[in-house]
């Protein structure tokens, strides 16, 4: 009989694993002893003082062990390949729709018998998409050879609990470039031994795994880009392969990465969401090679961490947004800021930096400092004596302000414009913002406040300036503002797609 052990299952709506099979004293007949997922047993793995299994899932006082029998209402899941024939091979006496349910009605798929057909034959398959489909793993009489083209597996929510099964399917996957196993019940220690590279390998959601674990993976498969966000990693207590290029630690609980330092050809990071992370100390000769970082909703409050920034050589793209630092700014001046202190970068929170922009940003960074000093009745020469002013005040100049001046010619360029989104432009706006924008910002650097807004990365753009009662389309990415005549209480409008 096959051993059940170590089988992830679903029964009744509770999900659990199974951690001992076999007889129980006092009892006739053989039993499952199990561990609960998402909710309460009857003990921790013991009955009569005898103990049969530990619970290991949760770290919890609370008793998370049951027995139960072998029922045939116990769903055990599906091995891959009948879930790949369950997903792409529909019923041949099946009538298929000439048009879909979309989100504005029905839209029409003339196509739709060609796209299955097509999909029916596994050899022509580059992506096998098969996230929660309950598989468990691979059984061996199973022959993957008719994937062989497949480059992307996607596997996440799945009943998976073995690294090994993960090895069996890469082993018949050679062409395999990206494998997504997250939110899998995998659990350490896991038993790693050799499999076929993969070039980008995502185990997000998988706080069950240590870290240790994930870097014996990453390392088993030489793997060049990492994610594994989303599972309460605190402690980076192990080196991960000198191949990684990219890594991504979305929303743990991370609060020092100095031991990522050494990663020589590492050139994204994406510490984002990790909000104990307060922080940045960058020493001598470490992230050589960054050239992409993102600190977003991180708990940075100093301008002294932002500075530290300009110890990496080679960093061109920084995303800073939600973090405390700059959460009561204005944006033209978190902007301002960020571009004055940080000369090197090319990109900032998603929008490039052109050199006209630098130059305003620059000078409107000045002018904000010499206005703080005045109202402190400090000299303006003060400002020579920070490092940081005197090399833009060499650059640019005094900014000719005085106490009683309230706008020069910079802050003239910029305007005070409402930003909507709407699903067409008859329609009233469904959500909107007040910004400042300087008037010679590109087109293209306005999207990354709309895809925050309209929260989509496909969207039209409109403008309608006070002397027009039209609107005009922002079709043109590097066009300045300007150009579309925006003033003062300006509309732009995101249409999402």
Known sequence: MESLVGRWFVIDGDAGIVRYQGPVDGTSGEWLGVEWADRLGKHFGSKNNKQYFKCSL?????????????????????????????????????LLPTAIDGHRGKIEAPRLETIINFQKDFGKLTVLGLDNQEIYGHLESDDLSEFRKVTTLLLAQNFITRWEEVERILLQLPKLHTLDVSANPLSSPLEITHASPVQLLRLDNSPLIC??????????????????????????????????EELKLECNLITDISSLGQLENLRALDISGNHSFTRLEISSNSF?????????????????????????????????????????????????????????VQKLDGSLISQTERVEMERYFLLLLARDALAASKDLKDMHECPWTHRLLQKHGMPAVSQSSQSNRLEARLVQVIIQVAQDLEKEPTALVERKL????????????????????????????????????????????SFYGIDDNSLIRCIPN
């Open 58 to 94: 949760h770290n919890t006082q609370e008793p998370r062990g049951s027995f139960i029998r072998n029922v045939q209402r116990i769903n055990w899941g599906q091995s891959l390949l009948s879930a790949a024939r369950s997903r792409y091979i529909l019923d041949t006496n099946l």
């Open 288 to 344: 050589s090679n960054l050239e992409s970082l993102d600190i977003s909703q991180t708990g940075i409050r100093s301008w002294s961490d932002i500075k530290e920034l300009n110890k990496l050589p080679s960093l061109q793209s920084l995303k800073a947004t939600e973090i405390p630092l700059l959460q009561d700014l204005p944006e033209d001046t978190v902007r301002s800021h960020l571009i004055a202190y940080l000369p090197n």
């Open 438 to 481: 300087i008037r010679t910002m590109l087109v293209r650097q306005l999207r990354p406040i709309g895809m925050r807004l309209a929260k989509t990365r496909s969207f039209a753009m409109f403008i309608q300036p006070t002397h027009l009662d039209s609107w005009l389309p922002l079709d043109i990415d590097n066009r300045e503002l």
């Open 211 to 244: 870290w240790q674990d994930v870097c014996r993976i990453a390392s088993s498969l030489q793997v060049h880009s990492l994610s594994y966000g989303w599972s309460q990693l605190s402690l980076l207590d192990a080196q991960l392969p000198s191949t990684i």
